[in-house]
Nanobody
C-alpha cells in the first residue's frame, strides 16, 4: 500500500490550493483519511480528517477555510484550502488508517510530504 500526495506549491495570501492523496495497491480498505502539517521545529499537527462514513474533523485554525473530502472509489482524499494565510505555510502530509483485508489489522500509512508556501 502506498499513499501519494499531489498539489503543493506557492500561492499568495488569500489564494487557494487543492491537495490530493491517492492510495494504491490491493487487498485493503480504508477507514479514516486525513491531512497533517509540519513546520520546522514543531510537531506534526492534524489539519483535517474524514471518516469512511463522511464525518469530518478540523483544526480550529482552518475551520471555515479548508474542506476535506474523499472519493472512496478512487481511494483518494482531498484538501481544498481557501483564504490561505502565511501561517498555513508548511509541509502537508496525508495519512490513512488502512485495514489489510487478510490480516484484519489496521495500520496507519503516511504519504510523502508536499510543501505549501503562502507568500507574496
Amino acid at each position: 500500500v502506498q499513499l501519494q500526495a499531489f498539489g503543493g506549491g506557492l500561492v499568495q495570501p488569500g489564494g487557494s490550493l487543492r491537495l490530493s492523496c491517492a492510495a494504491s495497491g490491493s487487498g485493503f480498505s480504508i477507514n479514516t483519511m486525513g491531512w497533517y502539517r509540519q513546520t520546522p521545529g514543531k510537531q506534526r499537527e492534524l489539519v483535517a480528517a474524514i471518516a469512511d462514513g463522511g464525518s469530518t474533523n478540523y483544526a480550529d485554525s482552518v475551520k471555515g477555510r479548508f474542506t476535506v473530502s474523499r472519493d472512496n472509489a478512487k481511494k483518494t482524499v482531498y484538501l481544498q484550502m481557501n483564504s490561505l494565510k502565511p501561517e498555513d505555510t508548511a509541509v502537508y502530509y496525508c495519512n490513512a488508517d488502512i485495514v489489510i483485508t487478510w490480516q484484519l489489522r489496521t495500520y496507519t500509512y503516511w504519504g510523502q510530504g508536499t510543501k505549501v508556501t503562502v507568500s507574496s
